[in-house]
């Protein structure tokens, strides 16, 4: 009997302590989302108001209003495209629609700034639509008008284009799970199709639609390849303006802190809207939304309308990407492209296997202890997919470049030895400013798979005297190995792609497959950056390919 009881108390012992070291984890993890934004408001307060009143003067109502027209443009695009290609698929039957909405999907794979590489080589001045165009009409330089595509509409339609996804896939989900009563109701009532559609169907869907919609919107307003290579002054790009080109490190931090407002205040829009507008079911059961079949011309302007955005955000771009990837002269077999390629998967596998970690710890202690300060610390980490990347460097490389610079100075002083750029000069710190800005992803990927984990597997095993780490490694791990691989390809994608952190903070000789392709993009080496894109997109469509299949099972 005392030896049960001393087997018990030690069950508690080792529960209580597995419990507090993932309590601390979860908080340190929660610690570290939160230092950039603290670190960028530390930065920009004490830089001073003269470079406030500079920027104030000059340039920060032109990036502010540069924004915000890309971002209402953007907003409006995505919607447009998202929710009625939703509807068009969901709601009618038209020939091509399964083949549709799967490949509605497909332009989520590119980056924006790959697209822009792409339209650009085609329909600048010397592309080969003016170039055709001039010789078919003889017409000089200044005889005709053409849409500028290095322009702030030319990046909204880039960013719309492969944004507007999002919206889809959320809009879509949100009709299919809608019942049909509400909206046969209408059409009884004398409604046409599209009145039902606009006035019940729509506003039952909003929530859905916003949160596409603000999803959109924050990638637009972190978007730095396409507005800096198109020369549209953001705030993405005056942060890396200031910071490089003009090395004002005050400036660089007090346009992150704008930024960081703008990004914010879009997350606590995003958390208000879906927190209010809830819409429920009236009836107890569920009706399937009726499908109209589509004939003659309809079908065919239905079939237009869903093509037209897969046709321009992928097909094309590929192509045009495929042929300028034959004319370049990029050895990806070549010892500097190895180079790249191995340096891009060092920093995407490590990130994403960090990040995946982290966001294990935050959401096991929100399951073990569900009270306020875990759910805190779980919407403090997901703060950080609300901050652009440029945020985030910035906002790591203020801190961790003073450490640096004073223990490098009292080590000098101490023992005549230069310990240089400790943190700052490794990968590490950029593997950091990863996981704070996709953490949030890889945690509703983990939280996704958790909710099919019963309560009763845990008190099971807590009765056979498992720790909190014995369940998550017998119980909950193997159950959730497919939405861990899901969390892990998304964040590992993610990384491939991103742009400004990496820009920032990569240690030096240390580029990868993004870099290479905005310097020569940068470079007007169009045909040269069309080879490390392909491999980008390559790498983008194994996670479009896992969302497509769940498309084509939504049914």
């Known amino acids: 009997m005392a030896e049960i009881q001393y087997s018990e108390h030690g069950s508690r012992r080792r529960t209580a302590l597995g419990t507090r070291v993932l309590g601390a984890l979860a908080y340190a993890i929660a610690a570290a989302c939160l230092l950039p934004m603290v670190a960028v408001a530390l930065a920009a307060l004490t830089g001073g108001t003269d470079t406030l009143g500079h920027l104030l003067s000059t340039v920060l109502p032109g990036y502010a209003a540069t924004t915000l027209l890309l971002v209402l443009l953007v907003a409006a695009g995505t919607f447009c495209l998202g929710v009625g290609a939703a509807w068009l698929v969901t709601m009618t039957r038209f020939p091509g629609v399964r083949l549709m909405e799967i490949a509605l999907v497909l332009p989520l794979a590119f980056p924006a700034y790959v697209l822009a590489y792409a339209y650009t080589f085609v329909l600048d001045h010397p592309g080969v639509v003016q170039t ?78 916003a949160g596409g919609v603000l999803l959109a919107v924050m990638e637009t307003i972190a978007d730095f390849g396409t507005v800096a290579y198109f020369g549209v002054r953001t705030f993405a790009t005056g942060i890396y303006t200031s910071w490089f080109s003009m090395a004002d490190r005050a400036a660089a931090a007090q346009l992150a802190l704008c930024l960081l407002g703008f990004a914010l205040m879009l997350a606590v829009a995003e958390r208000t809207q879906r927190g209010k507008a809830r819409y429920y079911q009236s009836g107890r059961r569920h009706a399937a939304m009726p499908a109209g ?5 309809r079908a065919a302007a239905a079939l237009v309308l869903c093509a037209i955005p897969v046709l321009l955000g992928f097909v094309l771009p590929v192509v045009i990407l495929v042929l300028m990837g034959l004319e370049s002269e990029q050895d990806l077999l070549s010892r500097r492209y190895v180079g790249f390629i191995r340096n891009s ?32 610390s779980a919407y403090l980490a997901r703060l950080g997919y609300a901050v652009p990347g440029g945020v985030i460097a910035v906002g790591l490389m203020v801190p961790f470049a003073s450490f640096d610079n004073a223990l490098d100075g009292w080590m000098r002083a101490t023992f005549g030895v230069s310990t240089g750029l400790l943190v700052t000069g490794s990968i590490w710190l950029l593997v950091a400013a ?13 939280e996704g798979g958790q909710s099919t984990v019963h309560a009763n597997m845990d008190a099971a095993a807590r ?41 920032i903070m990569r240690p030096f000789n240390f580029d990868t497959l993004a870099v290479q392709a905005y310097r020569l993009a940068s470079d ?32």
């Open 132 to 209: 055709t165009l001039r010789q078919l009409s003889g017409w000089g330089p200044r005889d005709y008008w053409f849409p500028e595509i290095r322009s702030t509409e030319g990046a909204a339609v880039m960013l719309i284009l492969v944004l507007y996804p999002y919206v889809y896939l959320l809009a879509r989900a949100a009709f299919l799970q809608q019942s049909a009563t509400a909206y046969l109701a209408a059409r009884a009532l004398g409604s046409s199709p599209w009145a039902a559609f606009w006035r019940v169907s729509l506003p039952m869907a909003r929530p859905a639609i």
């Open 293 to 297: 079949a589509l004939k003659g011309w």
């Open 345 to 376: 998967l060092i920093l995407a596998g490590t990130a994403a296997v960090v990040t995946v970690t982290a966001a294990i710890c935050v959401g096991f202690f929100q399951r073990l202890r569900p009270g306020r300060s875990a759910q805190t």
């Open 434 to 446: 990863y996981m704070v800005r996709f953490l949030a992803a890889a945690l509703s990927a983990y």
């Open 463 to 503: 009765s056979l005297g498992q720790t909190p780490f014995g369940t998550l490694r017998r119980i909950h791990l193997p159950i959730l190995t497919p939405s861990l691989m899901t969390a892990l390809l998304i964040v590992f994608v993610d990384v491939m792609k991103e742009l400004p952190a990496t820009l």
């Open 524 to 555: 007007e080496r169009l045909e040269g950056a069309a080879v490390p894109s392909l491999v980008i997109l390559a790498v983008g469509l194994l996670p479009v390919i896992l969302i497509c299949r769940q498309v084509g099972r939504g049914k």
